[in-house]
């Protein structure tokens, strides 16, 4: 367990979150869920002002 000590309080964070921010799989993962997001916003917002089915 490591301590973040934020004012007026005290967080104790799991080792398997500091895992996961240094784990490239984890980056990686998150990139694709990021490009997946990405891609349907932007066929949303072409669907809504450019009227494409």
Request: hydrophobic share 55%; net charge neutral.
């Amino acid at each position: 367990m490591r301590t973040i000590i934020i004012p007026e309080r005290i967080i104790d964070v799991p080792n398997w979150v500091y895992w996961l921010h240094s784990n490239p799989v984890f980056l990686v993962l998150l990139g694709a869920i990021g490009f997946v997001l990405l891609y349907f916003l932007y066929f949303f917002l072409m669907d809504r002002y450019h009227g494409w089915p």
